[in-house]
């Protein structure tokens, strides 16, 4: 079987079903090794780092407002450490390392506790070593169930993945320091995923509501979703529920890092295919397939409500309230000239040769001051302005920001930006979780060769 990349994005994938509340997770995590078939049946196991050795990692399910209490066991070759992606949380519990803490040796443990202030969809992730870590498995859900949920016939999560594989083995390949992604869009891989399994079908019935939770956990892949044989609203971003669903009329982009809750109809009929795709240039591709047998009910149902709120801090008058521009640069294309590390400049040729690639405002690593040096409770404006050629997804830890909308007024809540190549996009916050949070490019082999910074609040 030839495993080529056209192949592979043109056939579909589907989802395996996670497990229901019934199902506790361990209050250990466990990050090993492991083995998994992840290429089409016919290939070997792929061999994998896992949370409790597998991917997705176990699943975590709360209620708004409970405990999150897991051991980091770290039985891997490299140190690590886990971030809790989304979650409003405490800054010792962040998973940072040099920043929030140190990173877990081979064999040693960390103990993370939290509470989850937020309903809504996250996951959690490697943080150390991240552009490889993550690229051979090491992510998981967590879910957060609202105390009033929606209505639906089954509430499903879907991990959306691309992994870069060799096409005779089947194995990740190795080329985690590959400058060419590096220094252009990013480890790309050639084979698409959900919850890593390669086009497993999940059944379900006509007329049927679903709720979809996707989240994007590739190093560096846009998907750009659409629904076929189904219709619906998208009702949630980055866990934050939307006060008004957006209709799903054509494609959205999923940046890395990035989720969004849909409620959808099934619309295909009886013994049909309905599917979720991505579309590309060179066409769709299938992210999951929903095999139809039966109804749920003779017609569909009409309309959707929101989401019940989270308690997000009061956002409204921005106009008079510190900007802050921070410049997204280098790349291929438009290479840096220079930038610092520390407090050195480089040219930038020394820099290329140190694995630096990019940077922001004129740093190409996270430096000793920080961006934003800001007191508890304030209001700011950030203004991404990307320099490059390549889009880039801008995450904030510790807080969730709304977009500033080309007309001035507030967008949806959000956690991670996408900042298209040439785009400024602006964001609004208030600075109320004290600490030092990370402000890094969740395409992760940007952040690492250079896009990565911080900001401080106390």
Request: glycine share 8%; aromatic share 8%; hydrophobic share 40%.
């Amino acid at each position: 079987m030839n495993l080529s990349r056209r192949s592979l994005l043109k056939s579909a994938a589907a989802l395996a079903v996670f497990p229901t509340l019934a199902r506790s997770a361990p209050l250990t995590l466990t990050a090993r090794e492991g083995a998994q078939l992840i290429a089409p049946p016919g290939y070997p196991e792929t061999d994998i780092w896992g949370f409790d050795g597998s991917v997705p990692g176990s699943p975590i399910h709360l209620k708004q407002g409970e405990r999150v209490q897991r051991r980091l066991v770290n039985e891997l070759p490299q140190a690590t450490s886990v971030h809790w992606h989304g979650i409003r949380i405490d800054n010792a519990m962040d998973g940072v390392p040099g920043l929030t803490q140190e990173a877990v040796p081979s064999g040693a443990t960390f103990d993370y506790d939290f509470i989850v202030p937020d309903a809504g969809t996250y996951w959690y992730h490697a943080h150390n070593k991240s552009v490889e870590q993550v690229a051979r498995g090491l992510y998981g859900p967590l879910i957060v169930h609202e105390s009033e949920a929606p209505d639906v016939g089954q509430d499903l999560v879907l991990m959306l993945d691309d992994w870069r594989l060799d096409p005779e083995t089947a194995q990740i390949t190795q080329d985690f320091d590959n400058g060419h992604d590096l220094s252009h869009a990013g480890r790309l891989g050639n084979l698409t995923t959900v919850n890593g399994a390669f086009d497993p079908s999940f059944p379900v019935q006509q007329n049927q509501r679903l709720r979809l939770r996707l989240v994007n956990a590739a190093n560096a892949r846009v998907f750009t979703v659409g629904l076929d044989g189904m219709s619906g609203w998208i009702v949630a971003l980055d866990g934050m529920p939307l006060a008004e669903p957006i209709p799903i009329e054509d494609t959205f982009p999923l940046a890395p890092a990035q989720r969004a809750d849909l409620l959808v109809d099934v619309l295909a009929a009886d013994a049909e295919t309905a599917s979720l795709f991505s579309q590309e240039r060179d066409g769709a591709f299938g992210l999951a397939r929903f095999s139809v047998a039966g109804q749920a009910a003779s017609t569909p149902r009409s309309g959707v409500r929101p989401l019940p709120p989270n308690p997000l801090p009061e956002l409204t008058d921005i106009n008079n309230v510190p900007r802050h521009e921070m410049r997204l640069q280098g790349g291929a294309m438009r290479w840096l000239e220079s930038a610092r590390i520390g407090e050195t400049q480089l040219s930038g040729r020394e820099l290329a040769q140190l694995g630096r690639f990019w940077a922001l405002n004129g740093y190409a690593e996270r430096p000793e001051d920080p961006f934003l040096d800001a007191s508890l409770g304030s209001v700011h404006r950030i203004a991404f302005v990307n320099e490059t050629v390549f889009p880039h997804a801008m995450h904030l830890h510790g807080h969730h920001f709304r977009l500033i909308l080309p007309d001035g007024s507030l967008g949806p809540w959000r956690d991670t930006v996408l900042v298209e190549r040439g785009e400024t996009r602006e964001i609004a916050l208030v600075t109320d979780n004290p600490g030092n949070w990370l402000l890094h490019c969740h395409m992760l082999g940007h952040a690492a060769s250079g896009m990565m910074s911080w900001y401080r609040v106390t």
